[in-house]
């Protein structure tokens, strides 16, 4: 059972355009989420994180949204970079653990 | 250094070998996190450490898979008579243990790349 998901295996979006990413969970007791970054040969690196008891966060050019009412959260990354082509991982974190739920990735494809 | 370090980085073995794989976490975190990314899929859970013991096991996928952690530090997963599902890639990451907790960001290593022929 995939208690974190994201349904659109891959994006592709013009440079300079918004790009929106999507994931949804499952379980309610997620009290942290998070977006990391993949780039072909590489770990993950952290990009962005959001509480549950927000609903948005911004840092630069990456906002987040969460909407707990529909277990959904999104990325948004305005205007999109070329460099921003990665693979995105939604993953959210349990008030009673310590290891992050990974949705399955995005692969974002940023035009020039 | 200054990251998480990992090695092999990438792995040729045949069915039926038994393979080691090392993470040598973040000096001072104290949380270290083994995930595989098998070919199209995700990030799957298999196992964390904290210090040098392991409270959750729940993600390994049979009793071939183990791994430890000595000194707090390096830990080796080790997989035994490897099947060609093994093939992925295997990821470990390291947090501050209050990081970890509060915030849930975890430093990845670039993984070992595991292909079983």
């Known amino acids: 059972d995939q208690q974190v998901k994201q349904n659109s295996p891959s994006l592709s979006v013009q440079e300079g355009r918004i790009s929106i990413l999507n994931c949804d969970y499952t379980n309610s007791m997620f009290d942290y989420f998070l977006w990391y970054k993949k780039y072909p040969a590489e770990g993950p690196t952290f990009l962005i994180s959001i509480s549950s008891i927000k609903d948005k966060n911004e840092d630069g050019r990456f906002t987040v949204f969460l909407n707990k009412s529909a277990k959904h959260l999104s990325l948004h990354i305005v205007p999109s970079q070329p460099g921003d082509s990665a693979v995105y991982f939604c993953a959210a974190k349990n008030n009673a653990g310590n290891m992050l739920t990974f949705g399955g990735g995005t692969r974002l494809m940023v035009k020039p | ?117």
């Not at chain 2, 001072?28 to 013991?53: D, K, M, P, V």
């Not at chain 2, 990845?108 to 022929?117: C, I, K």
């Open chain 2, 1 to 117: 250094g200054a990251g998480v370090s990992q090695s092999p980085s990438n792995k040729v073995t045949e069915k039926g070998k038994d393979v080691e794989l090392r993470c040598d976490p973040i000096s001072g975190h104290t949380a270290l996190y083994w995930y595989r990314q098998s070919l199209g899929q995700g990030l799957e859970f298999l196992i964390y450490f904290q210090g040098n013991s392991a409270p959750d096991k729940s993600g390994l996928p049979s009793d071939r898979f183990s791994a430890e952690r000595t000194g707090g530090s390096v830990s080796t997963l080790t997989i035994q008579r490897t099947q060609q599902e093994d093939s992925a890639v295997y990821l470990c990451a390291s947090s501050l243990v209050w990081t970890g907790v509060i915030t849930g960001e975890l430093f990845f290593g670039e993984g070992s790349r595991l292909t079983v022929l």
